[in-house]
C-alpha cells in the first residue's frame, strides 16, 4: 500500500480527526485559561477621587479591588484640602481592569517657600513688579526720612524685618520701608530721626 493511498484509509481519517479534535480542545483550553488569568472583558470603573484624602482613597479603590501609587505633590491649589487627590491616571470615569494601578498626584499642605529677591536699594517702581511676579503680595507702604525718595529702604512681614537671603511662602504679604527724599534737607534733624523714630506716611495698598 503505497502512502498516498493510506491517507484515505478509515485508519488514518479516524487518527486524524482524534488528533484535530485534541487540538481543539487543547486551544480551548489554553482560551478559557487565558480569559481567565487576564480577567478578559472585565472592566471597572475609575471612580471619581479628587479632593479626597488618602484614607478615603483606600476605602474607596478597595471596594472596586483598584490599587493606587502617590506620584508626586503639585503646586499648591488652595481650592483643595491639604495632601488630598489633586489629579489622578487614569481619569474618572475610564474603565480598567481588576488590580490596575491608579496613579495619583497630591496637594500639599501650602505654597512653596521661596527666596526673597535682593531688591534693598531700588526703587519702588522696581521692587514691586519684582515681588508681584515671584507671587508674593505688597502690604502696607511707609516712609522714613531718608535722602532718596522711594528707595527701598527695608521688606517687613508681620512686623519682622526680613533680612537677605529670607524665605517666605508664596502669597505672603511683605510691607515696604521706603525713603521719603527729606533726608538731605535737615541733615542734623534727620540723624537723629534716622536713628530713633520712622516718620511714617502710611498709604494704601500701591499708592504713596
Known amino acids: 500500500m503505497t502512502f498516498i493511498k493510506y491517507l484515505f484509509t478509515k485508519a488514518f481519517l479516524k487518527q486524524l480527526a482524534m488528533a484535530v479534535g485534541v487540538i481543539i480542545l487543547l486551544m480551548m483550553i489554553v482560551l478559557w485559561w487565558l480569559r481567565m488569568t487576564t480577567n478578559h472583558n ?6 471619581d477621587l479628587a479632593k479626597l484624602s488618602l484614607d478615603a482613597v483606600e ?19 488652595p481650592d483643595y484640602p491639604k495632601y488630598s487627590v489633586i489629579e489622578q491616571l487614569p481619569k474618572a470615569g475610564k474603565f480598567v481592569k481588576e488590580d490596575r494601578k491608579i ?15 535682593e531688591v534693598v536699594g531700588r526703587t519702588r517702581r522696581q521692587a514691586e513688579p519684582t515681588l508681584l511676579a ?22 517687613r512681614h508681620k512686623g519682622k524685618k526680613l533680612e537677605k537671603g529670607a524665605m517666605l511662602q508664596k502669597t505672603s504679604v ?16 534727620s540723624e537723629g530721626d534716622n536713628n530713633s523714630s520712622e516718620t511714617e506716611k502710611k498709604t494704601e495698598d500701591g499708592g504713596e
Not at 61 to 75: G, K
Not at 103 to 117: H, Q, S
Not at 174 to 189: T, W
Open 42 to 47: 472585565q472592566q471597572i470603573e475609575v471612580p
Open 134 to 155: 515671584m507671587g508674593f503680595k505688597i502690604g502696607k507702604v511707609t516712609y522714613r526720612r531718608y535722602i532718596a525718595k522711594d528707595e527701598v529702604l527695608q521688606l
Open 174 to 189: 511683605i510691607d515696604l520701608v521706603l525713603g521719603d527724599g527729606d533726608g538731605g534737607l535737615n541733615q542734623g534733624a
Open 59 to 77: 476605602e474607596k479603590l478597595d471596594e472596586v479591588d483598584l490599587r493606587f501609587v502617590i506620584l508626586d505633590s503639585a503646586n499648591y491649589n
Open 103 to 117: 496613579y495619583l498626584t497630591l496637594n500639599p499642605k501650602g505654597y512653596k517657600k521661596l527666596k526673597i529677591p
